[in-house]
């Protein structure tokens, strides 16, 4: 791989990291009134429970030193944050650092995210391909194309109207949760279907909601592909449709989806952090759901800082792996 | 031009079924809440204005919900609002973002350099993630804030899209000509420019509105909305007081429903204006 592509990609996310890390300190610092007591105003305005706010107000000033100079405090901020991935205190599981509340719930989140992310990837693209293939059936392209609507509504709408059809009118899948409570934690086969088949709803919303998109831009490049004269040649060459269509179509046209995949990871995980509060899936979502409800300051911080963090991370290795995909890439040089 | 257009646009209308539909839907989740103060009282929409939990009836055709506020009157207020957030957001983002796009595009060099990182960059940053801390940092969240606020997520894209059109614009003929002729920069942007980016400006903005709704919406599920009276904040008061499992489907099916009819709306309208904008978009289609 070339070693400037390497390092241009390395800077850039660490640029993203700092550059947020900064805005985060700009927001807690600049904003016209104290966020804490601001949060805790609001919660208190929606009913939530503001159980310990005198000590979380005296603890910020305390641990923030806000009497000393503000690039004292940044520094110190950042060093913290960077450096020692130290995120704070949770105030509602007091005295326990910041960094063990989300941990645990890191491979739900993961878990989920990655299956539904990558099935929908592949499955969308695979329509999308189909529905531009002259060989599909009609009715196919029709059934292809309505997906294309349902990516329109957002996750959180999809969820609560599957929640409803799936669970509570036809009750198919639990209402809710990662696992049945109580079960065993072993890891038999039992567990793991128990497990499959509370996630399946939680997936469900996310993938429905992707594969539209996934079926229209793969669409748009199928259309740029189709004209293209090593399509001709594979015909003239009297190969299978089916495998014309695998190598030669969709495997090109798929090229441009990888980079489309990593601008669209933001707006995924924003989506799933919904989808869990709805489904009460223990994952990151539910804890930034719990922190807000209790003004838990420092676990909301903690939660977007993992989301950007994450999302910066992931855009990076998909960065790094897409050169492999494409060879041209890497000769490219300047913008890729 | 303008003549061009309005053609352009008249003949989409008749042929493009997408968005007639599109058009319906927003009108009749618009025109009704627009238009409710002359025949629903929304005073009902405040707390204990009615009974707890009642179930439709002629009195509440959408019944009430657990604060004793009246379904329907909440999305008659409800609506209106999120729409309101949805137009602040997008203006400001396709505003900022024709600005930006103009200026990378037009001038290049250095100040395109710089704006087109800050685009890079912020596009991997999650605008949600960014906002979550905005929305917890404000003791009172107004709409025109809320607004405010959501328009982070929703400047960028049109920012690109404007910039990478001007850079094809600006080697075409008659801009170049225009330079030659010694005319200023500004009008050379307000007069050859402009004009020519308007198509793809609307479609940015339909775009950008249902990107702002969207964010906002998000907000306010998580419990960030403040007092406002919107969509969103009537779907958190129905998921925080489990309205599903207790079997109230008249308070949070409606707010979902329109909730779609707006999100389908705008998908319907925003698409088929892209191909209005970019013929190229309408010829790989058929």
Same mark, same amino acid.
């Given at each position: 791989?070339?070693?400037?592509?390497?390092?241009?990609? /390395?800077?850039?996310?660490?640029?993203?990291?700092?550059?947020?890390?900064? !805005?985060?300190?700009?927001?807690?610092?600049?904003?016209?009134?104290?966020?804490?007591?601001? /949060?805790?105003?609001?919660?208190?305005?929606?009913?939530?429970?503001?159980?310990?706010?005198?000590?979380?107000?005296?603890? @910020?000033?305390?641990?923030?030193?806000?009497?000393?100079?503000?690039?004292?405090?940044?520094?110190?901020?950042?060093?913290?944050?960077? !450096?020692?991935?130290?995120?704070?205190?949770?105030?509602?599981?007091?005295?326990?650092?910041?960094?063990?509340?989300?941990?645990?719930?890191?491979?739900?989140?993961?878990?989920?995210?990655?299956?539904?992310?990558?099935?929908?990837?592949?499955?969308?693209?695979?329509?999308?391909?189909?529905?531009?293939?002259?060989?599909?059936?009609?009715?196919?392209?029709?059934?292809?194309?309505?997906?294309?609507?349902?990516?329109?509504?957002?996750?959180?709408?999809?969820?609560?109207?599957?929640?409803?059809?799936?669970?509570?009118?036809?009750?198919?899948?639990?209402?809710?949760?990662?696992?049945?409570?109580?079960?065993?934690?072993?890891?038999?086969?039992?567990?793991?279907?128990?497990?499959?088949?509370?996630?399946?709803?939680?997936?469900?919303?996310?993938?429905?909601?992707?594969?539209?998109?996934?079926?229209?831009?793969?669409?748009?490049?199928?259309?740029?592909?189709?004209?293209?004269? @090593?399509?001709?040649?594979?015909?003239?060459?009297? !190969?299978?449709?089916?495998?014309?269509?695998?190598?030669?179509?969709?495997?090109?046209?798929?090229?441009?989806?990888?980079?489309?995949?990593?601008?669209?990871?933001?707006?995924?995980?924003?989506?799933?952090?919904?989808?869990?509060?709805?489904?009460?899936?223990?994952?990151?979502? @539910?804890?930034?759901?719990?922190?807000?409800?209790?003004?838990?300051?420092?676990?909301?911080?903690?939660?977007?800082?993992?989301?950007?963090?994450?999302?910066?991370?992931?855009?990076?290795?998909?960065?790094?792996?897409?050169?492999?995909?494409?060879?041209?890439?890497?000769?490219?040089?300047?913008?890729? | 031009?303008?003549?061009?257009?309005?053609?352009?646009?008249? =003949?989409?209308?008749?042929?493009?079924?997408?968005?007639?539909?599109?058009? *319906?839907?927003?009108?009749?989740?618009?025109?009704?809440?627009?238009?409710?103060?002359?025949?629903?009282?929304?005073? *009902?929409?405040?707390?204990?204005?009615?009974?707890?939990?009642?179930?439709?009836?002629?009195?509440?055709?959408?019944?009430?919900?657990?604060?004793? =506020?009246?379904?329907?009157?909440?999305?008659?207020?409800?609506?209106?609002?999120?729409?309101?957030?949805?137009?602040?957001?997008?203006?400001?983002?396709?505003? $900022?973002?024709?600005?930006?796009?103009?200026?990378?595009?037009?001038?290049?060099?250095?100040?395109?350099?710089?704006? &087109?990182?800050?685009?890079?960059?912020?596009?991997?940053?999650?605008?949600?993630?960014?906002?979550?801390?905005?929305?917890?940092?404000?003791?009172?969240?107004?709409?025109?804030?809320?607004?405010?606020?959501?328009?982070?997520?929703?400047?960028?894209?049109?920012?690109?899209?404007? =910039?990478?059109?001007?850079?094809?614009?600006?080697?075409?003929?008659?801009?170049?000509?225009?330079?030659?002729?010694?005319?200023?920069?500004? &009008?050379?942007?307000?007069?050859?420019?402009?004009?020519?980016?308007?198509?793809?400006?609307?479609?940015?903005? $339909?775009?950008?509105?249902? $990107?702002?709704?969207?964010?906002?919406?998000?907000?306010?599920? *998580?419990?960030?909305?403040?007092?406002?009276?919107? *969509?969103?904040?009537?779907?958190?008061?129905?998921?925080?007081?489990?309205?599903?499992? &207790?079997?109230?489907?008249?308070?949070?099916?409606?707010?979902?429903?329109?909730? $779609?009819?707006?999100?389908?709306?705008?998908?319907?309208?925003?698409?088929?204006?892209?191909?209005?904008?970019?013929?190229?978009?309408?010829?790989?289609?058929?």
């Amino acid at each position: 791989m070339d070693l400037r592509y390497l390092l241009k990609r /390395l800077v850039s996310f660490v640029v993203t990291i700092l550059v947020s890390a900064t !805005l985060m300190f700009i927001l807690t610092r600049l904003t016209p009134n104290d966020p804490i007591q601001a /949060l805790l105003g609001r919660m208190a305005a929606t009913g939530s429970n503001i159980e310990g706010g005198a000590e979380l107000v005296a603890m @910020y000033r305390e641990r923030f030193g806000l009497d000393q100079p503000i690039l004292v405090q940044y520094l110190s901020y950042m060093s913290n944050l960077i !450096l020692r991935g130290d995120f704070g205190y949770s105030l509602a599981y007091f005295p326990a650092p910041v960094l063990p509340v989300i941990a645990g719930a890191i491979p739900w989140t993961l878990g989920l995210f990655l299956v539904s992310t990558i099935f929908a990837f592949v499955a969308g693209n695979l329509l999308g391909a189909l529905a531009t293939w002259p060989s599909t059936p009609r009715p196919l392209r029709y059934v292809i194309y309505a997906l294309a609507p349902v990516s329109a509504i957002p996750y959180y709408i999809l969820a609560l109207l599957l929640l409803y059809l799936l669970a509570v009118i036809f009750p198919v899948f639990p209402i809710g949760g990662a696992r049945t409570a109580g079960g065993d934690q072993s890891l038999g086969l039992a567990n793991i279907l128990d497990i499959v088949h509370h996630a399946v709803l939680p997936g469900l919303s996310i993938v429905l909601a992707l594969l539209g998109f996934w079926v229209l831009s793969m669409r748009g490049a199928m259309a740029l592909v189709k004209g293209e004269s @090593y399509l001709m040649y594979a015909r003239a060459r009297g !190969l299978r449709d089916r495998r014309i269509f695998m190598r030669y179509a969709v495997r090109n046209a798929s090229l441009p989806q990888v980079t489309a995949l990593a601008l669209d990871l933001g707006k995924v995980v924003s989506g799933q952090v919904l989808v869990e509060i709805i489904f009460s899936y223990p994952g990151v979502g @539910y804890v930034l759901y719990n922190a807000l409800r209790t003004a838990d300051y420092f676990v909301i911080q903690g939660v977007v800082m993992f989301v950007i963090i994450s999302v910066a991370l992931a855009t990076l290795i998909l960065d790094l792996v897409y050169p492999l995909l494409d060879p041209r890439i890497s000769y490219r040089d300047g913008q890729a | 031009m303008i003549g061009n257009l309005a053609f352009r646009v008249w =003949r989409a209308l008749t042929y493009s079924v997408p968005l007639t539909i599109g058009c *319906l839907l927003l009108a009749a989740v618009v025109i009704p809440s627009v238009l409710s103060p002359l025949f629903y009282d929304l005073g *009902l929409a405040r707390i204990a204005s009615s009974g707890l939990n009642l179930p439709p009836s002629w009195e509440h055709p959408l019944g009430t919900q657990s604060e004793g =506020r009246d379904v329907l009157a909440l999305i008659l207020a409800g609506t209106p609002a999120t729409l309101i957030i949805g137009l602040i957001g997008g203006g400001i983002g396709v505003l $900022v973002g024709t600005f930006l796009g103009m200026v990378s595009g037009y001038f290049g060099g250095r100040l395109d350099t710089a704006i &087109r990182n800050t685009v890079d960059v912020g596009m991997t940053i999650p605008p949600f993630a960014i906002l979550i801390m905005i929305a917890a940092s404000f003791k009172v969240v107004t709409l025109p804030l809320m607004g405010a606020a959501v328009a982070i997520s929703a400047w960028m894209y049109p920012t690109r899209v404007i =910039r990478s059109q001007v850079l094809s614009i600006r080697t075409r003929g008659y801009v170049r000509m225009a330079k030659l002729s010694g005319i200023g920069d500004l &009008r050379i942007i307000f007069g050859e420019l402009l004009p020519n980016l308007i198509p793809l400006i609307t479609a940015g903005a $339909v775009n950008a509105i249902a $990107v702002s709704i969207l964010a906002s919406i998000g907000l306010e599920v *998580l419990g960030l909305g403040g007092q406002n009276l919107t *969509l969103g904040t009537t779907i958190y008061f129905a998921i925080y007081y489990a309205s599903m499992w &207790r079997g109230l489907w008249w308070w949070w099916l409606p707010p979902v429903l329109v909730l $779609v009819a707006i999100f389908l709306g705008l998908f319907l309208v925003s698409t088929a204006l892209d191909e209005v904008a970019n013929p190229k978009l309408r010829r790989a289609s058929s």
